[in-house]
């Protein structure tokens, strides 16, 4: 029996291993490891890349989802109403911000239906978190009809979405924040975990980086 293995890691490495040990030798001599100009240009070039205002570099994308739900608004005793068909990180990340977790069926595309969305609203109904999966984007029309409607957030979960697009529009700029995974087996994969928050307004924003930040603000103050 032959085994298939999940992801070939290791190519990851050996594929660009030149060059890689290039930049790891360019940052060690710099110390730039924690928050330098080199996670600055990657944040900027992202937020270009998507067409969004402000991306947040983060550990992981289930850190960057628990950072979205919070920076959105969302908090104890709300429920955010997610797609059944996604990898556990996004109720889990709905748990850890306060929240209930509210699974509902996917679609013949394999994505949230949004009238599985609908019939789930309830008054402790904060947000609708859509998972944009296997290189499909949601129906983001309807999601945001039903957003508008009740009076809903939207946090997309696009952990593997980069790059996938509804209607010209990249996934994760179409609701109040996002989160998107580097991990290795992503459409962007790192060496290791890795994840952002993006975002297209200032508030959610300085609110996302305030948190991961030990609460403190720009100007240094701890404001949370």
Do not use: W
């Not at 999940?6 to 290039?22: I, K, V, W």
């Not at 030798?25 to 992202?46: H, N």
């Not at 402790?124 to 129906?139: F, K, S, V």
């Not at 508030?203 to 603000?217: D, I, K």
């Amino acid at each position: 029996m032959r085994s298939v293995p999940f992801f070939n890691y290791a190519a990851l490495f050996t594929s660009q291993e030149t060059e890689l040990q290039r930049i790891f030798s360019d940052v060690g001599r710099r110390g730039a490891f924690i928050k330098q100009k080199d996670l600055d240009d990657f944040e900027k070039c992202l937020a270009s890349f998507l067409g969004a205002s402000y991306a947040l570099g983060v550990g992981n994308a289930t850190d960057g989802l628990e950072v979205a739900l919070l920076a959105a608004g969302v908090g104890e005793g709300d429920e955010v109403i997610l797609s059944s068909h996604t990898m556990l990180a996004t109720a889990v990340a709905a748990h850890f911000a306060g929240a209930d977790p509210i699974p509902v069926e996917c679609g013949p595309d394999h994505l949230i239906d949004p009238a599985a969305v609908e019939a789930a609203v309830t008054p402790r109904t904060r947000a609708i978190m859509p998972t944009q999966l296997n290189g499909r984007t949601c129906d983001m029309d309807a999601l945001g009809r039903i957003a508008d409607k009740h009076g809903l957030l939207i946090v997309e979960d696009a952990a593997q979405a980069l790059g996938s697009r509804y209607k010209g529009r990249c996934a994760g700029t179409f609701g109040a924040s996002a989160a998107i995974s580097f991990y290795p087996a992503k459409v962007l994969g790192c060496l290791g975990d890795g994840g952002a928050v993006v975002t297209n307004d200032l508030s959610v924003y300085e609110h996302a980086s305030e948190l991961c930040n030990f609460g403190r603000n720009s100007a240094g103050e701890v404001v949370r």
